[in-house]
């Protein structure tokens, strides 16, 4: 199975300021057929189920605010919010679809500082 | 828009089975497969696994390999995941989520606990 290792756990970022998360793969997620990464980032918030972020690593999913940006390719990404909003608190996960079984990473908690 | 929407919280004795129901709308059901993730407290999500809605054709992860059933009824535009053989540590939020490239919308989720 393809393990996904976030970093960090948690941050804890002031209002305005930028928040970044890590996520690596254990093995490569490029296709070379198309090359796309198949890694997906997802936003959890209390009570509610993961919503999507990023898909193909760095395409934004309709509605998601351009303040969220996600990089990276084989097996190192990024999700960066360039200004932290109250709203962002949450729980944010990265996933790859490129083999089964699907695979998450464990999460990492972004706080208001 | 798209909707899918899960049974109600389930509280299951050990050894019990489960189903949870997930209703789509809001798009055609069959163009779009449907996964199962789960989420027991303190852990990581955890896919279950994966159906056609088209054909039926299943895909398990090989964790839950003889214990998980995944079904649908295309006339009702509902899928299922039965669960057996529950023990504590299957009390978790079950999710169904349709998928395109990914996971794009997710169930509300759905409480199972298992207890004696």
């Known amino acids: 199975d393809f393990v996904m290792t976030q970093s960090p756990d948690s941050l804890a970022v002031s209002l305005g300021e930028r928040a970044t998360i890590n996520c690596k793969s254990s093995q490569s997620l490029l296709h070379s057929s198309n090359n796309k990464n198949s890694l997906a980032w997802y936003q959890q918030k209390p009570g509610q189920p993961p919503k999507l972020l990023f898909y193909?690593?760095?395409t934004r999913e309709s509605g998601v605010p351009d303040r969220f940006s996600g990089s990276g390719s084989e097996t190192d990404f990024t999700l960066t919010i360039s200004s932290l909003q109250a709203e962002d608190v949450a729980v944010y996960y990265c996933q790859q679809y490129y083999s089964s079984p699907i695979t998450f990473g464990g999460g990492t908690v972004v706080e208001i500082k | 828009q798209v909707q899918l929407v899960q049974s109600g919280a389930e509280v299951k004795k050990p050894g019990a089975s489960v189903k949870v129901s997930c209703e789509a709308s809001g798009y055609t059901f069959i163009n779009y497969a449907i996964h199962w993730v789960r989420q027991a407290p303190g852990q990581r999500l955890e896919w279950m696994g994966w159906i056609n809605t088209g054909n039926g054709n299943t895909k398990y992860s090989q964790k839950f390999q003889g214990r998980v059933t995944i079904t649908r009824d295309t006339s009702a535009s509902t899928a299922y995941m039965e669960l057996s053989g529950l023990r504590s540590e299957d009390t978790a939020v079950y999710y169904c989520?349709?998928?395109?490239?990914?996971?794009?919308?997710w169930g509300q989720g759905t409480l199972v606990t298992v207890s004696s």
């Open positions: 989520a349709r998928s395109t490239a990914t996971l794009d919308n």
């Open positions: 193909w690593a760095s």
